[in-house]
């Protein structure tokens, strides 16, 4: 009788390799960075031409009563949220709202004031010494020029576009990491550095935009296009954004066919 043969065992089907998911751009890794725009002038023109009907006039978060407060808040956010620095700027701008007034609190009674914030001592040290300097070498006056501002302690080039943008309407491009993920991973103005980004978006942005552009892509970035996962269902601009993270969906979002439709309508009455 002939011996049964054992069978041999069934391979199993290959398991399809899972899809490597693409690390979100940051400052600190920017990952692969593109050579150049994914985006047409034109294309470019539309993104910022339905920014600006959705949002005609942004605003940035910080609460300020002058150029100097405007200038101290932006030097306390620097890894802190607006939010925190809104509540603890709420009294210490009722209480000094000039250089003068801020040197006659002195350092320990700014720190005190603003210690819920991360890096308070540092920072009550830079208000001072920034208040010093507006005093001595600018007649108390925050000036008007990026390479004055950048001379202040704690004032980067970030921090200098954010008041000559905010207060003295220049079309400056202030790249924070909202920003920085958004010229990358949207792909309008890649780069390997918060400069490169800064200058990419300089050529791309059309000029009739530029006043609120970085506003824009910062709130884009900071309530929409988030770090771990994109809201698409709630973009304004999904249906010409190309950047391979967008998430597929069944229709386009209501607030991007509404921001169409009204854009169209506008040109409509124009023409």
Same mark, same amino acid.
């Given at each position: 009788m002939a011996e049964a043969k054992t069978p041999a065992p069934r391979k199993s089907a290959a398991k399809p390799a899972k899809k490597k998911k693409r690390a979100t751009p940051s400052v600190g890794n920017p990952g692969r960075v593109l050579k150049k725009s994914r985006y047409t002038k034109a294309e470019t023109y539309a993104i910022f031409e339905r920014f600006h009907a959705d949002n005609p006039e942004p605003e940035g978060e910080l609460d300020y009563v002058n150029a100097y407060t405007l200038l101290v808040a932006v030097v306390l956010s620097a890894q802190a949220t607006d939010v925190g620095v809104n509540r603890a700027t709420k009294h210490l701008f009722q209480i000094a709202d000039t250089p003068e007034k801020m040197l006659a609190l002195g350092e320990d009674k700014v720190r005190e004031e603003i210690r819920t914030i991360g890096l308070f001592k540092t920072k009550a040290k830079n208000v001072i010494l920034l208040s010093e300097q507006l005093i001595r070498d600018h007649g108390g006056e925050v000036p008007e020029d990026r390479e004055a501002l950048?001379?202040?302690?704690?004032?980067?080039?970030?921090? +200098? *576009?954010?008041?000559? *943008? $905010?207060?003295?309407?220049?079309?400056? $491009? +202030?790249?924070?990491?909202?920003?920085?993920?958004?010229? *990358?991973?949207?792909? $309008?103005? @890649?780069?390997?550095? @918060?400069?490169?980004?800064?200058?990419?978006m300089e050529k791309a942005v059309p000029a009739e935009f530029g006043r609120h552009a970085h506003h824009w892509l910062i709130l884009h970035g900071r309530y929409i296009c988030k770090a771990r996962k994109p809201e698409c269902r709630r973009c304004v601009i999904y249906d010409l954004c190309k950047s391979p993270e967008k998430e597929p969906l069944d229709s386009i979002p209501e607030i991007a066919v509404r921001t169409r439709a009204q854009i169209e309508r506008q040109k409509a009455a124009v023409s």
């Open positions: 950048e001379k202040l302690p704690g004032v980067g080039r970030k921090t +200098a *576009n954010v008041v000559l *943008n $905010i207060f003295f309407g220049h079309p400056t $491009i +202030a790249v924070d990491t909202h920003l920085f993920r958004l010229g *990358n991973r949207v792909g $309008i103005a @890649p780069g390997k550095t @918060p400069l490169d980004v800064e200058m990419a």
